[in-house]
C-alpha cells in the first residue's frame, strides 16, 4: 500500500541552514498494518509522516501509494488521496475549536460541497462508536484532550479512511487517556483500517505489531524494547 524506496528529504538545500532530515528511508507498510514509529525529537518522524500522507515531497526517492508513483499524479490525484483515504490527526488535534463537534467532523464533507443531513446522521453513529455520544453540539474548545483526539479519529472515519496517520497523539494525554485512545486505534485496526503512529511514548509502540524507530533521519526495524 505504501512503498518507500531511497526517500531522502533535505531542508534549506545548499543554504547554510541546511537540514537533512531523512537518510535512505526504505519502507512498505502492507494494507492492515498497525505500524509505530518512534525516535527522538528532531530525528525526522514528522518529515516522514508528512512525505506519506502526501503533504509534503521528498527530495529524491521514489514513493508508490497503492502501486503507483506519487511524483507521477497530478495535484488533483494526490489531493484525493489525502482527502478521501488518509486521516491525519496531529497532537494539536487540527479541530476549530469554536466549531462543534458535529461540524468538525463534516468539515470535510462541508469544505467538498458534499454535506447534507444523511452524511450528519452517519457522523453521530461514528461519534457513538468512538465513545463521544450526545456530544454532537458542544463546541471542541470545551473538550478534554482525550475527547478532541475522538473527534479527530471520528472525523477520519466518517470520511471513510483507509489508513489513519497520527503524529504523537498521545502526546498531550495522561496514561489513562492514552490506553483508551489505544484501544480505540487498535480496534479500528482490527476492522480493517491500517494506523501508522508517530510517538516517542515507549507505551504506545509496545501496542503496535510493527515497530521502526528513527535515529538522526535514518529508519531501522526495532523487535524488542
Ligand atoms: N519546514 C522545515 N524547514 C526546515 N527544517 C525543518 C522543517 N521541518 C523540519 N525541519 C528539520 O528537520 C529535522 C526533522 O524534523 P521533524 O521531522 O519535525 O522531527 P520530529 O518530528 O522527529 O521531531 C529537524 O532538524 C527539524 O529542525
Ligand atoms: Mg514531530
Known amino acids: 500500500m505504501i512503498e518507500l524506496e531511497k526517500i531522502e528529504k533535505i531542508y534549506n538545500a545548499g543554504k547554510a541552514s ?12 502492507e494494507e492492515g498494518d498497525m505500524v ?23 527530495s529524491s526517492g521514489e514513493y508508490r501509494f497503492c502501486g503507483k508513483l506519487v511524483s507521477d499524479m497530478s495535484d488533483k490525484e494526490r489531493c484525493r488521496i489525502r482527502n478521501q483515504k488518509i486521516g491525519m490527526i496531529m497532537q494539536d488535534f487540527g479541530l476549530l475549536g ?11 464533507e462541508v469544505i467538498g460541497g458534499r454535506y447534507n443531513r444523511k452524511f450528519e446522521n452517519k457522523a453521530k453513529e461514528i461519534l457513538s462508536a468512538v465513545g463521544l455520544p450526545g456530544l454532537e453540539q458542544k463546541k471542541t ?25 497520527a503524529d504523537e ?34 507505551k504506545v509502540a509496545m501496542r503496535c505489531p510493527i ?15
Open 36 to 58: 509505530a514509529i518512534t525516535g527522538p525529537s528532531g530525528s525526522g518522524k514528522s518529515t516522514l509522516l508528512h512525505i506519506i500522507a502526501g503533504i509534503d515531497s521528498p
Open 141 to 165: 474548545n470545551q473538550l478534554s484532550g482525550g475527547q478532541r483526539q475522538r473527534v479527530a479519529i471520528a472525523r477520519a472515519l466518517a470520511m471513510d479512511a483507509k489508513i489513519i496517520i
Open 18 to 29: 541546511e537540514t537533512h532530515a531523512l537518510k535512505d528511508i526504505n519502507l512498505r507498510i
Open 211 to 225: 515497530r521502526y524507530r528513527i535515529e538522526d533521519g535514518r529508519i531501522e526495524r526495532t523487535k524488542i524494547y
Open 169 to 202: 497523539p498521545t502526546g498531550a494525554l495522561d496514561s489513562e487517556n492514552t490506553d483508551s485512545l489505544m484501544d480505540l486505534l487498535l480496534e479500528l485496526n482490527r476492522q480493517g483500517i491500517t494506523i501508522i503512529i508517530v510517538s516517542h511514548d515507549p
Open 98 to 108: 469554536n466549531d462543534t463537534v458535529l461540524r468538525n467532523v463534516c468539515l470535510p
